[in-house]
């Protein structure tokens, strides 16, 4: 199961939460965390639509929204981003995108895949980064791939 520029798998953004959390429950077994239903401004950041629902498994979160987003309009309850990361939670599911990144992945490995990928240097405040073909990732400071994102983000 490939985490993509669109979505989990064969689970594509814009889902209706109940069946998005339906299929990764069947595929990943039972959710470590849901937030519920809560106001826009949330844990998660400030994020599109007036509520967010967020759902872990293990290190990967999945976030719904009521719109208006990407992948939704507003007032529909639907699945509009992903994150995969090793802060919280060990790797327990080896999960890639479709050129085989996962977490631990190094600097090497990105720019293989991506050539003439950008890798944007850690500063004061965040970590050494990129953004390529729809996939945002963030490095330790081993410079191996610690977070992985897809899907529209949620800001501060």
Avoid at 5 to 31: H, I, K, M, N, S
Avoid at 119 to 142: H, K, L, R, V
Wanted: hydrophobic fraction near 35%; aromatic fraction near 14%; charged fraction near 15%.
């Amino acid at each position: 199961m490939a985490l993509s520029p669109t979505g989990v798998g064969p689970l594509q953004f814009g889902t209706a939460p109940g069946d998005a959390v339906e299929f990764l429950t069947a595929v990943l077994g039972t959710p470590t965390y849901d937030s519920g239903w809560e106001s826009s401004f949330s844990e998660f950041g400030t994020c599109p639509g007036s509520e967010v629902r967020g759902v872990r498994f293990g290190p990967l979160t999945v976030l719904f929204s009521d719109g208006p987003t990407s992948y939704g309009p507003a007032g529909t309850r639907h699945f509009f981003s992903w994150t995969y990361s090793a802060f919280d939670t060990p790797d327990m599911f080896g999960l890639t995108t479709p050129q085989g990144l996962g977490l631990g992945a190094s600097t090497e490995d990105v720019e293989s895949v991506y050539p003439g990928v950008t890798i944007n240097p850690a500063d004061e405040i965040f970590p050494a980064s990129f953004q390529e073909a729809g996939i945002f990732g963030t490095f330790d400071d081993a410079g191996r791939v610690q977070y992985l994102s897809a899907g529209d983000a949620c800001g501060e």
